[in-house]
């Protein structure tokens, strides 16, 4: 009998700190009705001074286990995907772990932009098929506005801080991870990513005074591949295992813009009240978007809903995951 990886609990955090378009407008050249008509973003949470990816991560971890009758220790692996680590080493998974006080387990980062959630969560669904572990955590938590420029109206409308999570358990019923397919294209590397802080620029004063440590984006040409490449892989997904329109109970799209979102759910023949769309208050939380969507639709999920996930971000780097739900 296949052992598969079932999502069993999830958990989320976003922080208090409400940054409305209102408040965007007093800071940049913008307003609430471009905002929205462009992306679908009202507003979007943000961390406190000091509050690192790890205490968002810790958080929704905690809120996740309160669900189980799990304690810490009880974890054998956290996969944390995330573009804003609390530092560039260690992994921010090790110090999840040691705030969290998961004493047995281990750890690792992934990194995969806006479509680290997916990539962390076929990873971690591995450890449970292969036999390995028996209890996996992936979390996606993003402290986005330290990577923001908030004099720059291109980006700093757009992203927002959160962290949700998934258990991983082990099952043999027809639920679980059922099926993925990623891809990447580094040749778009260069339309999304922060130049600066790595090997290729290492930190200077030039580097600062070029703000070469925030965001760039080319919004449209990031746009149009992304508009594509989530509905291709979501399509590619759907053939495979012969789900239609009619038989995928939800779409759960990375929240990076309303019309991308749209876009994708119209080529899977999905209606919109089929659609997990959460970008209105939380903005863009790169790697958070996907498993914020499960927390917030938890209780309407039903045991063997067919879920198809999907997410198209920085690198290029995007995918989709087909999931039954099993709770
Ligand atoms: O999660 C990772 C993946 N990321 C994405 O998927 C994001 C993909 N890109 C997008 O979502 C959109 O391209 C944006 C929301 C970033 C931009 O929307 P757009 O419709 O592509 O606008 P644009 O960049 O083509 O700009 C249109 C106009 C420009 O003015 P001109 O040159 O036509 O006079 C911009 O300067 O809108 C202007 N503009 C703004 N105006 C008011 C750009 N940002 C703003 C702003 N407020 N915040």
């Given at each position: 009998m296949k052992t598969r990886a079932a999502i069993t609990a999830v958990g989320g955090y976003v922080p208090e700190k409400v940054l409305t378009n209102a408040m965007l407008e007093t800071m940049v050249d913008t307003t609430d009705a471009w905002i929205l008509e462009r992306t679908g973003i009202s507003e979007r949470r943000i961390a406190a001074k000091g509050q690192a990816s790890s205490d968002l991560a810790v958080a929704a971890i905690q809120d996740l286990l309160r669900?189980?009758?799990?304690?810490?220790?009880?974890?054998?692996l956290i996969i944390c995907s995330t573009v804003?680590?609390?530092?560039?080493?260690?992994?921010t998974a090790n110090i999840i772990a040691h705030k969290l006080g998961a004493t047995k387990s281990w750890g690792f980062d992934m990194n995969a932009a806006c479509a680290g959630f997916l990539y962390a969560l076929r990873t971690g669904s591995q450890f449970i098929e292969s036999g390995m572990h028996k209890r996996v955590i992936v979390v996606g938590a993003d402290v986005m506005s330290c990577r923001?420029?908030?004099?720059?109206r291109n980006t700093c409308i757009l992203f927002g801080d959160g962290a949700g999570c998934v258990l991983l358990e082990p099952t043999?019923?027809?639920?679980?991870?059922?099926d993925s397919e990623f891809a990447v294209d580094g040749g778009g590397a260069a339309y999304l990513y922060q130049k600066a802080g790595g090997s290729a620029f290492p930190t200077s004063l030039d580097t600062v005074e070029n703000k070469e440590h925030f965001i760039y984006q080319d919004g449209k040409t990031v746009f149009k591949h992304a508009v594509t490449g989530m509905a291709d892989i979501t399509e590619a997904v759907m053939k495979r295992n012969g789900l239609s329109g009619d038989t995928i109970a939800w779409l759960v799209p990375h929240q990076a813009n309303k019309r991308i979102i749209d876009a994708t759910a119209r080529r899977a023949g999905l209606t919109d009240d089929k659609v997990m769309v959460n970008i209105h208050r939380y903005g863009n939380t790169t790697n958070g978007t996907i498993p914020l969507c499960l927390w917030n639709w938890e209780s309407q999920l039903h045991k063997g809903d067919n879920l198809l996930l999907a997410a198209f971000g920085g690198g290029f780097a995007w995918g989709s995951v087909y999931v039954k739900w099993a709770f």
């Open positions: 669900k189980t009758s799990y304690q810490p220790q009880d974890i054998d804003s680590p609390d530092h560039v080493y260690p992994a923001v420029d908030y004099e720059d043999t019923e027809e639920v679980g991870i059922m």
